[in-house]
């Protein structure tokens, strides 16, 4: 069983930034791939980032987050970071940790929301 809590959340005006931390723990977890996903209201929940680990890291971005945000861990702290940069107020959501099981993304966080003022 893994288990992940998300933090970092909060009011930011746009063109500003946040960071998202995902404190992993249980067994297995630092071998499997960790994501960040976000749903805004009224809307779907959709795939933000993630990051495999294999030998060597693997990070995957939704092309609406690339070159503004960054997936990376921390292995002595056991945390997966989402750096948000020149966020925008269409990137307000609430945004969820996840760990890959075997076949799907099976364990998920509470999720932090993030806001973002025009």
């Known amino acids: 069983q893994v288990q992940v809590v998300e933090s970092g959340g909060g009011l930011v005006q746009a063109g500003g930034s946040l960071r998202l931390s995902c404190a992993a723990s249980?067994?297995?977890?630092?071998?499997?791939?960790l994501a960040w996903f976000r749903q805004a209201p009224g809307k779907e929940r959709e795939f933000v980032a993630a990051?495999?680990?294999?030998?060597?890291?693997?990070?995957y971005y939704a092309n609406f987050v690339k070159g503004r945000f960054i997936i990376s861990r921390d292995n002595a702290k056991d945390t997966v970071y989402l750096q948000m940069n020149s966020l925008k107020p269409e990137d307000t959501a609430v945004y969820y940790c996840?760990?890959?099981?075997?076949?799907?993304?099976?364990?998920w966080g509470q999720g932090t929301q993030v806001t973002v003022s025009s």
């Open positions: 249980g067994r297995g977890f630092r071998s499997k791939t």
């Open positions: 996840a760990a890959r099981g075997t076949y799907d993304y099976d364990y």
């Open positions: 990051l495999t680990w294999s030998g060597g890291e693997t990070t």
